[in-house]
């Protein structure tokens, strides 16, 4: 069964800085790696989405990498904001129509 | 468009009631989901629809049941539900293929008493 960590749960850094968010999946057998921000109370919105066969993917000051052979992904939000506040989730697509979702870095930049 | 509009926004409902939720995409993706979502949880998969028939039902209880009428619209009814049914209940879709982004809408903030 695949397994989806996102360590640490919940981390502050002051505004400007980078942040770097860790995502590890335990099977390498994946379809594609999924980022995601969820606000309090509110639907997930879709980051960045790498495929299988991909190794990195940018879209404006987010970067992800995807390392399938080590099970690893990296989110990089270059110089944060106050409104880059919010939980971020990690999902791999293990199957046709499943994800296995990390629990997420609840993330808090400080003005 | 990459809109999932799901309505309605908040629902409170006593353990007797009837109700529905409501999900509605045209980005023309032939799948459909519901996932339940507790506080500080991640969404957990309840049921998914390809191409409008039933692909994946995870053991759901009965008192949860979906319906899927066309293919951009997807209903969840809620009958006789327990408090501890409370949750965030977000729909998704997704593009076909292995390329396959998943979208998911704002949700529908479920209360029973």
């Known amino acids: 069964k695949q397994e989806v960590t996102q360590i640490p749960a919940a981390l502050s850094v002051p505004e400007g800085e980078n942040l770097v968010l860790n995502c590890s999946f335990t099977?390498?057998?994946?379809?594609?790696l999924q980022w995601f921000r969820q606000d309090p109370g509110k639907g997930l919105t879709s980051l960045l989405l790498?495929?299988?066969?991909?190794r990195e993917q940018t879209s404006g000051r987010l970067n992800a990498s995807l390392d399938k052979s080590s099970g690893r992904s990296t989110l990089y939000i270059a110089a944060s904001q106050p409104g880059d506040s919010a939980t971020y989730l990690c999902?791999?697509?293990?199957?046709?129509?499943?994800?296995?979702f990390g629990k997420g870095n609840q993330v808090v930049v400080i003005p | 468009d990459t809109e999932v509009t799901q309505t309605p926004k908040h629902l409170v409902m006593g353990m007797t009631n009837k109700k529905s939720l409501k999900c509605e995409q045209h980005?023309?993706?032939?799948?459909m989901y519901w996932y339940k979502q507790k506080a500080k949880k991640p969404p957990e998969l309840m049921f998914v629809?390809?191409?409008?028939?039933?692909?994946i039902n995870e053991s759901v209880p009965s008192r949860f049941s979906p319906e899927c009428p066309n293919s951009s619209l997807l209903n969840l009814h809620l009958h006789a539900l327990q408090p501890e049914d409370s949750a965030l209940y977000l729909c998704?879709?997704?593009?076909?293929?292995?390329?396959?982004?998943?979208?998911f809408g704002e949700g529908s903030r479920l209360t029973v008493l």
């Open positions: 998704a879709s997704r593009g076909g293929g292995s390329a396959g982004e998943l979208f």
């Open positions: 099977d390498s057998a994946i379809y594609n």
């Open positions: 790498i495929q299988s066969s991909q």
């Open positions: 999902a791999v697509r293990v199957g046709n129509n499943r994800l296995a």
């Open positions: 980005m023309g993706h032939r799948a």
């Open positions: 629809y390809s191409y409008e028939k039933l692909s």
